[in-house]
């Protein structure tokens, strides 16, 4: 072991020291979880430094695919968090569903806005949410506006925590999600201008879902009317052509609703539905 891969080692742990004093600082506290990367850590280091003063809130609606509702239940379960699962209602609101670009921060407000009434059921006096500081670099901030404007903490940023160093701690707590692959609402897969609609994300959840059981990673079921464009990480293009994986995969995609099944050949990359549309 190099001295550099000490001191970074080191350096990363002084951020988690870091982190538990943010988190020690609060009564209470109630904490948005996923299930991803970023919000399982948080999860966990919080409910070990807060025990029964933390809430782990995992919310549950439409755009999330059950398979992620119940792997983020049973590592809860697991883990021993005082955990608890609230609806959220976006589908309500017609500003998320006419998806004019702005939809993240109208299911952030969503979001915050029953973990605020869960706080206040439940005599919660502050609330966190999983942001980290390879967030700072997303240009819309539209999160990060919600976030503000209902007063909800970004303790893993505070701690100057990145993705990396995250994955890194994660494997240190033999939390299952160090090497998860990244995920976004099932919403993200429509091309902003195109609305938001439940069958949709019906289509989108069986697609990657078929995807999933093939033995893919990295991948994305991008909606396109009747096409749906399949995005994976290229390491994985080899896979498509072992046995009949590539026709497998196809026949769950029509089965799913789409008269087309296309790969798009630049691979998995976030937000690649935005960049269509503009």
């Known amino acids: 072991m190099t001295q550099t891969t000490i ?13 538990k004093q943010l988190l020690a600082a609060y009564e209470s506290l109630g904490v948005a979880y996923s299930g991803g990367v970023d919000s399982s850590y ?12 933390v809430r782990i809130l995992l919310a549950d609606s439409a755009s999330v695919p059950r398979s992620e509702v119940d792997e983020a239940t049973e590592l809860a379960n697991a883990r021993g968090w005082n955990f608890e699962i609230i609806t959220t209602n976006e589908f309500d609101n017609e500003d998320y569903l006419k998806n004019d670009g702005t939809r993240c921060y109208h299911c952030r407000a969503e979001l915050f806005t029953k973990m605020q009434v869960y706080a206040n059921d439940n005599g919660i006096r502050s609330l ?5 500081v390879d967030d700072l670099l997303d240009p819309t901030r539209l999160g990060h506006k919600a976030a503000q ?3 909800i903490v970004a303790p893993l940023q505070e ?3 990145t993705k ?12 299952p999600t160090s090497d998860k692959a990244s995920f976004a ?3 993200s897969r429509v091309p902003v201008g195109t609305r938001v609609e439940v069958s949709i994300l019906a289509q989108v959840e069986a697609a990657e879902e078929a995807m999933k059981s093939l033995g893919f990673h990295q991948y994305r079921a991008r909606h396109h009317g009747e096409v749906c464009r399949l995005e994976i990480d290229p390491q994985d293009f080899p896979k498509l052509f072992e046995g009949d994986i590539r026709a497998r995969l196809v026949d769950a995609v029509q089965e799913a609703g789409y008269k087309h099944v296309a790969l798009d050949l630049a691979g998995y990359r976030s937000g690649s539905t935005a960049e269509a549309a503009e």
Do not use: M, Q, W
Not at 7 to 19: A, F, N, P, Q, Y
């Open 164 to 175: 990396d160093d995250i994955r890194e701690l994660s494997v240190r707590r033999n939390l």
């Open 42 to 53: 948080l999860a966990d280091v919080a409910s070990e430094t807060l025990g029964p003063n």
């Open 128 to 132: 966190a949410y999983g942001a980290i």
């Open 159 to 161: 701690a100057d925590l």
């Open 7 to 19: 001191e970074i080692r080191r350096t990363v742990l002084e951020k988690e020291v870091r982190l």
């Open 185 to 187: 609402c099932l919403a």
């Open 149 to 151: 404007e209902y007063k």
